[in-house]
């Protein structure tokens, strides 16, 4: 059938040679395959400082990287426009995304296993970011490298909102930066303005002032407006609760809950350290001092009043709660305002939701002689490059993570899919001045009043706790706050507990 | 009548009683192997057993001697993981919680999953509704612990609106309260498991001996007599494996725990593998963690030995019986 060469090895393939060749493929292709699929793989193309900056984009072309990350919107926007980043660097990009804890675990798993499966991941500032600093490469190595392509508008703490890059940049040493802003999740207050503009005479025959929500609105304040809520509820009238809290099954919100509510109290904080860098060794915690023992009581006389599936409710369920009508008031961060004003899926659209700093301090429940102040805590996403990784494969992933923040691609995320910007300058468009009134094409504007402005600026703004136990620490808070929340301790047993639990996981 | 069987002088060839017999297979075949060859022959088998059992157990008693995955390198530690387990609340509770979810899982599975077979052994209709109770099992247990997740939600959970209109429920969802998140993780369970426990308990009944249950009701044993009189001690061998199974499931299934409550509220689902998951996978504190585990290892064999025995005991008296 076919021509034979007369000097062929093998004039005909007999059984046992074709076994032997196809054994031989399938080994070569399973394990090249393994080896293409579960790594990043590089190719180089020497650049010098003076080559040009197409030149520098594309030094790393046929590279392929894996970037684990949160399932967010800039994470999907990333995904759906890795094409654009493709053609201008040659370099493919595999973007995996996962609920943060999970992203946690397996970035953790891959790091401290000494491997490099994902060798640029996001890293929320203190569940990723301060639990595994050690482990992410030194960002001002690359930032000084003039043989790869810098943005434009630089990294500095300038170009980003007021405390951005220390949020999940600063870990324990000055100076270095270990991961770059690239999503961000302030807390402001969402609430009805419509039944508050209906309830607000009613509210204050009872009060004796008006129920409105200002910067100067204080937790206490809330606690009356949740309280109104409540009485109307169980008088019998159609009307949703007050309040929400975050204290379903993702600790670190609950950490966060409670957090805004101490912070405004006389700035108290969890330790006595530096709460930009944080502290790999944060000596005992404050946990049961007057301060917390007093906060946890108005936390609970909060929760009494507040939606009743609290416990249930974390923050994306407690989302689904206001969107739903069931409540008046949600601390909430600012990247839900799209989701809050989606016709489709929201009672609280369409005009009913106004956007407020979070509550002030209330002066009466200050025990530690500080000041009130309005405090606002966040989750700034951070991108890191994973130190195990080659150093090509470090620099590779550089380039990745400068487009990743980049202006262009943030302003596209907040256009498309509703994202929230890191760098100032977005702010600067008109389209997005445009859309911080209504009616608006980018919903999630109408908070920048609230935490660009004004949430995120000194002294409201909390940054910490940075330490490498934080996990440890978040679950230990959240599990003894919900016990006190649910009837099964008192406040100072709570404190009390929470102290003792963090400590000895601090070693103290 | 004794044969005189003579060894073949040589291949094939033997004579017995005289006669030249000539064996079908050459004499070669008929020898015992070396013990070295039945070890070649098991050596795949316990290679692939090795990569993935012994060495990881191995493994994991090293890690409970060590402080693991710190950047500083991995550093022994003696017995200072186990140390802190003993002064460990979460780890005592995480036990507690973990017997009284097994227990009433167990307890609910075993009881229903038999009336389901008695009720269904011999039913007209039989093949079919053993199809339909089996479909829980087939899903994954996560997805089954979202979709419970979604059922029991307060906003838009369909069976949270059904249990408040019932007034089983109020406002607060069964997840949602530390006295009922328990009962709904046992509830999960039980809908997901007991068709397991219903089919193995089908299959012991099918072997129940005829002839012992009709000679029983002709000595005009009722029903349930005979149920337990026979049918019980037949089926003990049966059970005994969906009890081993279920027990082994609840010790290290945590999917449905994670998706429907996280341990929570205030950790009172958070059951000792749900603990074990956060030390290890969480705190990333891995030497704790396989301290954990091993005790956890330690204590499912014990309970298993301990079940295999008290199951023993029973089927034993029943042989002793039939012989």
Same mark, same amino acid.
């Given at each position: 059938?076919?021509?034979?060469?007369?000097?062929?090895?093998?004039?005909?393939?007999s059984?046992?040679k074709?076994?032997?060749l196809?054994?031989?493929?399938?080994?070569?292709?399973?394990?090249?395959?393994?080896?293409?699929?579960?790594?990043?793989?590089?190719?180089?193309? !020497?650049?010098q400082?003076?080559?040009?900056?197409?030149?520098?984009?594309?030094?790393?072309?046929?590279?392929?990287?894996?970037?684990?990350s949160?399932?967010?919107?800039?994470?999907?926007?990333?995904?759906?426009?890795?094409?654009?980043?493709?053609?201008?660097?040659?370099?493919?990009v595999?973007?995996?995304?996962?609920?943060? !804890?999970?992203?946690?675990?397996?970035?953790? &798993?891959?790091?401290?296993?000494?491997?490099?499966?994902f060798?640029v991941?996001?890293?929320?500032?203190k569940p990723?970011?301060?639990?595994?600093?050690?482990?992410?490469?030194?960002?001002?190595?690359?930032?000084?490298?003039?043989t790869?392509?810098?943005?434009?508008?630089?990294y500095?703490?300038?170009?980003?909102?007021?405390?951005f890059?220390?949020?999940?940049g600063?870990?324990?040493?000055?100076?270095?930066?270990?991961?770059?802003?690239?999503?961000?999740?302030?807390?402001c207050?969402?609430?009805?303005?419509?039944?508050?503009?209906?309830?607000?005479?009613?509210?204050?025959?009872?009060y004796?002032y008006?129920?409105?929500?200002?910067?100067k609105?204080?937790?206490k304040?809330?606690?009356?407006?949740?309280?109104?809520?409540?009485?109307?509820?169980?008088?019998?009238?159609?009307?949703?609760?007050?309040?929400?809290?975050?204290?379903?099954?993702?600790a670190?919100?609950?950490?966060?809950d409670?957090?805004?509510?101490?912070y405004?109290?006389?700035?108290?904080?969890?330790?006595? &350290?530096?709460?930009?860098?944080?502290?790999?060794?944060?000596?005992?915690?404050?946990w049961?001092?007057?301060?917390?023992?007093?906060?946890?009581?108005?936390?609970?006389?909060?929760?009494?009043?507040?939606?009743?599936?609290?416990? $249930?409710?974390?923050?994306?369920?407690?989302?689904s709660?206001?969107?739903?009508?069931?409540?008046?008031?949600?601390?909430?961060?600012?990247?839900?305002?799209?989701?809050v004003?989606?016709?489709?899926?929201?009672?609280a659209?369409?005009?009913?939701?106004?956007y407020? !700093?979070?509550p002030?301090?209330?002066?009466?429940?200050?025990k530690?002689?500080?000041?009130?102040?309005?405090?606002?805590?966040c989750?700034?996403?951070?991108?890191?490059?994973?130190?195990? $990784?080659?150093?090509?494969?470090?620099?590779?992933?550089f380039?990745?993570?400068?487009?990743?923040?980049?202006k262009?691609l943030q302003?596209?995320?907040?256009?498309?899919?509703?994202?929230?910007?890191?760098?100032?300058?977005?702010?600067?468009e008109?389209?997005?001045?445009? $859309?911080?009134?209504?009616p608006t094409?980018? !919903?999630?504007?109408?908070?920048?009043?609230?935490?660009?402005?004004?949430? &995120?600026?000194?002294?409201?703004?909390?940054?910490?706790?940075?330490?490498?136990?934080?996990?440890?620490?978040?679950?230990?808070?959240?599990?003894?706050l919900?016990?006190?929340?649910?009837?099964?301790?008192s406040?100072?047993?709570?404190?009390?507990?929470?102290?003792?639990?963090?400590d000895?996981?601090?070693?103290? | 009548?004794?044969?005189?069987?003579?060894?073949?002088?040589?291949?094939?060839?033997?004579?017995?009683?005289g006669a030249?017999? @000539?064996?079908?297979?050459?004499?070669?075949?008929?020898?015992?192997?070396?013990?070295?060859?039945?070890?070649?022959?098991? =050596?795949?088998?316990? *290679?692939?057993?090795?990569?993935?059992? *012994?060495y990881?157990?191995?493994?994991?008693i090293?890690?409970?001697?060590?402080?693991?995955?710190?950047s500083?390198?991995d550093? #022994?530690v003696g017995?200072?993981?186990?140390?802190?387990?003993?002064?460990?609340?979460?780890?005592? +509770?995480?036990?507690?919680?973990?017997?009284?979810?097994?227990a009433?899982?167990?307890?609910?599975?075993?009881?229903?999953?038999?009336? @389901?077979?008695?009720?269904?052994?011999?039913h007209?209709?039989?093949? *079919?509704?053993?199809?339909?109770?089996?479909?829980?099992?087939?899903?994954?247990?996560?997805?089954?612990?979202?979709?419970?997740?979604?059922l029991?939600n307060?906003?838009?959970g369909?069976?949270?609106?059904?249990?408040?209109?019932?007034g *089983?429920l109020?406002?607060?969802?069964?997840?949602?309260?530390t006295?009922?998140?328990?009962?709904a993780?046992? +509830?999960?369970?039980?809908?997901?498991?007991?068709?397991?426990?219903?089919?193995?308990?089908?299959?012991?009944?099918?072997?129940v001996?005829?002839?012992?249950?009709e =000679?029983n009701?002709?000595?005009? =044993?009722?029903a349930?007599?005979n149920? %337990?009189?026979?049918?019980?001690?037949?089926?003990?061998? #049966?059970?005994?494996?969906?009890?081993?199974?279920?027990?082994?499931?609840?010790f290290?299934?945590?999917?449905?725990?994670?998706?429907?409550?996280?341990?929570?509220?205030?950790?009172?689902?958070?059951? @000792?593998?749900?603990?074990?998951?956060?030390?290890?996978?969480?705190?990333?504190?891995?030497?704790?963690? =396989?301290?954990?585990?091993?005790?956890?290892?330690?204590?499912?064999?014990?309970l298993?030995?301990?079940? %295999?025995?008290?199951?023993?005991?029973?089927?034993?008296?029943?042989t002793?019986m039939?012989?």
């Open positions: 059938m076919f021509q034979v060469p007369k000097n062929a090895i093998y004039n005909s393939i059984r046992r074709f076994l032997e196809g054994g031989g493929a399938a080994t070569a292709l399973g394990t090249g395959s393994l080896a293409v699929g579960l790594n990043s793989m590089i190719m180089r193309t !020497p650049v400082a003076a080559s040009s900056q197409e030149a520098k984009m594309k030094q790393y072309a046929g590279s392929k990287l894996v970037f684990m949160e399932n967010t919107p800039p994470s999907f926007a990333i995904r759906d426009k890795i094409k654009d980043f493709y053609d201008a660097t040659g370099i493919t595999e973007v995996l995304t996962d609920d943060l !804890p999970v992203v946690y675990q397996k970035v953790g &798993i891959d790091v401290k296993g000494g491997k490099a499966d060798p991941f996001y890293s929320q500032d990723i970011g301060a639990a595994l600093a050690d482990y992410c490469v030194d960002f001002t190595k690359f930032i000084k490298d003039d790869l392509p810098q943005d434009p508008d630089g500095g703490a300038d170009v980003w909102f007021d405390n890059l220390d949020a999940c600063s870990m324990y040493e000055k100076g270095k930066i270990v991961a770059l802003p690239y999503d961000a999740a302030v807390a207050t969402f609430y009805r303005q419509d039944l508050f503009e209906k309830y607000s005479k009613d509210f204050e025959k009872d004796k008006r129920m409105e929500f200002t910067a609105t204080t937790w304040n809330v606690l009356d407006y949740a309280t109104f809520f409540k009485k109307l509820k169980q008088a019998g009238q159609d009307v949703p609760y007050g309040y929400g809290q975050h204290l379903g099954t993702f670190w919100t609950t950490q966060l409670i957090q805004r509510l101490m405004s109290h006389g700035q108290w904080q969890d330790f006595n &350290i530096d709460d930009v860098l944080g502290s790999k060794t944060p000596g005992p915690t404050n049961g001092d007057a301060t917390s023992v007093e906060m946890m009581k108005q936390f609970k006389a909060m929760s009494d009043v507040s939606h009743p599936d609290n416990l $249930a409710n974390g923050t994306l369920e407690l989302n709660v206001y969107q739903a009508g069931q409540i008046a008031m949600q601390v909430q961060y600012h990247e839900f305002a799209a989701s004003e989606d016709e489709k899926t929201s009672k659209s369409g005009g009913k939701t106004a407020a !700093p979070c002030l301090g209330e002066a009466s429940w200050i530690n002689g500080g000041k009130a102040v309005n405090g606002t805590n989750g700034i996403g951070g991108i890191a490059i994973n130190k195990n $990784a080659s150093e090509d494969i470090q620099r590779a992933a380039i990745f993570a400068t487009h990743a923040v980049s262009k302003y596209s995320v907040l256009s498309g899919l509703g994202g929230t910007p890191t760098r100032k300058s977005v702010l600067a008109p389209d997005v001045v445009a $859309a911080r009134k209504r094409k980018m !919903p999630n504007a109408l908070t920048f009043e609230a935490v660009y402005d004004f949430g &995120i600026k000194a002294p409201n703004f909390v940054l910490g706790p940075k330490i490498p136990e934080v996990n440890e620490y978040h679950k230990i808070l959240a599990a003894e919900s016990k006190c929340v649910a009837g099964k301790q406040p100072e047993e709570a404190c009390n507990a929470i102290k003792k639990q963090t000895n996981a601090n070693d103290i | 009548m004794t044969q005189n069987i003579s060894p073949a002088p040589e291949g094939a060839v033997r004579y017995v009683d030249k017999v @000539l064996d079908y297979l050459p004499q070669v075949f008929n020898v015992k192997p070396s013990s070295s060859y039945y070890f070649w022959l098991m =050596a795949p088998a316990l *290679i692939v057993l090795a990569a993935i059992s *012994i990881p157990f191995f493994w994991l090293w890690m409970s001697l060590h402080n693991v995955g710190s500083a390198g550093t #022994f017995l200072k993981n186990f140390e802190k387990l003993l002064t460990d609340d979460k780890f005592w +509770i995480g036990w507690g919680l973990l017997f009284k979810y097994s009433f899982c167990m307890f609910f599975e075993i009881a229903i999953g038999v009336l @389901l077979a008695v009720i269904l052994n011999g007209r209709f039989e093949n *079919i509704l053993v199809t339909v109770f089996l479909m829980p099992m087939m899903m994954a247990p996560a997805i089954a612990g979202l979709v419970w997740y979604y029991f307060s906003t838009f369909w069976y949270h609106w059904l249990l408040q209109s019932l *089983i109020g406002e607060t969802s069964i997840i949602g309260s006295d009922t998140a328990m009962a993780l046992i +509830i999960v369970d039980i809908w997901q498991w007991t068709p397991l426990i219903t089919l193995i308990t089908l299959a012991g009944m099918k072997r001996p005829r002839d012992q249950l =000679a009701m002709v000595d005009g =044993a009722s349930f007599r149920f %337990v009189a026979i049918t019980l001690p037949n089926i003990y061998p #049966f059970l005994l494996i969906g009890i081993m199974l279920r027990f082994m499931d609840n290290r299934f945590i999917d449905v725990i994670l998706a429907l409550t996280g341990g929570g509220p205030a950790e009172s689902t958070k059951v @000792l593998p749900v603990y074990l998951f956060d030390v290890s996978f969480v705190f990333f504190k891995l030497g704790r963690g =396989a301290a954990i585990a091993l005790t956890l290892l330690i204590v499912t064999i014990i298993c030995k301990l079940l %295999v025995r008290v199951f023993e005991g029973p089927a034993s008296k029943r002793d039939g012989s």
